[in-house]
């Protein structure tokens, strides 16, 4: 299953509502997460099975979609947000994640 | 404190053969599903290969299939990836990660260790 993420980076503004979207090329019903990743660091666990959230994670972060179509939104972006974000698609093996998001200030 | 620290990584010729471990603490590692997912500095994240919490059903990318075998041994809280028939493009920086939830399918990864390199160079 190969996932797609888009766009690949997107330039915003403290308090912007960003939106990133992921689409599987087959329907994986609600089998997805969602991470983030600052530079030097572990990805961080945000959204699992589409739409829920991690425990601990803020609740400007909410994830919604099934079948083949996912979105990650923020609502309104903090200065920690700033980081690359992935999709996994954890519906059969194998897992295979979206290429990533870059999320940068404008 | 939960954590999983990776080691085994080195430079190594192409063709040759590694074994990465990762040793688990602070959780019943028995209990969840683990993955080794691999990164290359500055590019994204390549899910390698995956193991049920019993150790029955496991599953790989297909860049490595063929060539890694995972494993566990949850008498020692380990976490195993043979790595075989290296290639140049197998260079990268390999995670353990943990399964979200307890003996259950994958829902996402929510523990991840450092990391060990791994560099396939003549």
């Known amino acids: 299953i190969q996932m797609t993420q888009s766009p690949s980076s997107v330039s915003a503004s403290v308090g912007d509502r960003v939106t990133i979207t992921c689409r599987a090329s087959?329907?994986?019903?609600?089998?997805l997460a969602w991470y983030q990743q600052k530079p030097g660091k572990d990805p961080k666990l945000l959204i699992y099975?589409?739409?829920s959230l991690q425990s601990g994670v803020p609740s400007r972060f909410s994830g919604s979609g099934s079948g083949t179509d996912f979105t990650l939104t923020i609502s309104s972006l903090q200065p920690e947000d700033f980081a690359t974000y992935y999709c996994q698609q954890t519906d059969s093996f194998p897992l295979t994640f979206g290429g990533g998001t870059k999320v940068e200030i404008k | 404190e939960v954590q999983l620290v990776e080691s085994g990584g080195g430079v190594i010729r192409p063709g040759g053969s590694l074994r990465l471990s990762c040793a688990a603490s602070?959780?019943?590692?028995?209990?969840?599903?683990m993955s080794w997912v691999r990164q290359v500095p500055g590019k994204g994240l390549e899910w390698v290969s995956g193991i049920n919490w019993r150790g029955s059903n496991s599953g790989y990318g297909d860049s490595v299939k063929g060539r890694f075998t995972i494993s566990r041994d949850n008498a020692k809280k380990y976490l195993y990836l043979q790595m075989n028939s290296l290639r140049a493009e197998d260079t990268a920086l390999y995670h353990c990660a943990r399964d979200l939830l307890k003996r259950a399918y994958y829902h996402g990864m929510d523990v991840w260790g450092q990391g060990t390199t791994v560099t396939v160079s003549s």
């Open positions: 087959q329907g994986i019903d609600n089998w």
């Open positions: 099975v589409a739409s």
């Open positions: 602070g959780f019943t590692f028995d209990d969840y599903g």
